[in-house]
């Protein structure tokens, strides 16, 4: 693996990390990766980039090249003893860096990133597709312990 710089992104990044979350079997679907631009793309920036508790990161390779990406929430509660969460959506690895350790790479830091915000717990959701993403998960040392629901609206 390249040697990979972890980051916040920018609103330059846009256009690569949509490109990434369009290029998954998922997101093939329902992203729109333009040109130009859909401007629900921006807009969305604006709003995490504004909230402290929102991290849009990238994972940059030696080339300058957006390799990966992920968002990391950082989330209040009473439970667990007034306990802060950190939640880890929207990865998405390179199809040429795969294989490569970035993946794990990218946990290791959000993980880090998580501890350094005073969270006792970091967990994420995973579509029930993702057979290969789970494995990935469980050799991380995730448990799978819930079962989640969505509500499309």
Not at 4 to 15: M, N, Q
């Amino acid at each position: 693996m390249d040697a990979i710089t972890f980051r916040p992104a920018t609103a330059d990044d846009l256009p690569a990390i949509i490109a990434l979350l369009a290029a998954d079997q998922l997101g093939a679907a329902r992203e729109d990766p333009g040109p130009p631009l859909n401007p629900a793309y921006t807009d969305a920036f604006e709003a995490m980039d504004a909230d402290p508790n929102q991290l849009l990161a990238v994972a940059e390779d030696g080339r300058g090249r957006i390799a990966g990406t992920l968002q990391l929430t950082f989330i209040p509660g009473l439970a667990r003893t007034g306990a802060w969460r950190g939640q880890i959506e929207a990865v998405r690895v390179a199809a040429d860096q795969r294989g490569r350790g970035l993946g794990r790479a990218m946990f290791e830091w959000a993980i880090e990133q998580c501890r350094a915000r005073g969270c006792s717990l970091v967990q994420l959701t995973t579509d029930l597709s993702r057979e290969d993403a789970h494995r990935f998960y469980d050799g991380l040392g995730f448990e799978h312990s819930h079962a989640g629901y969505k509500l499309k609206l």
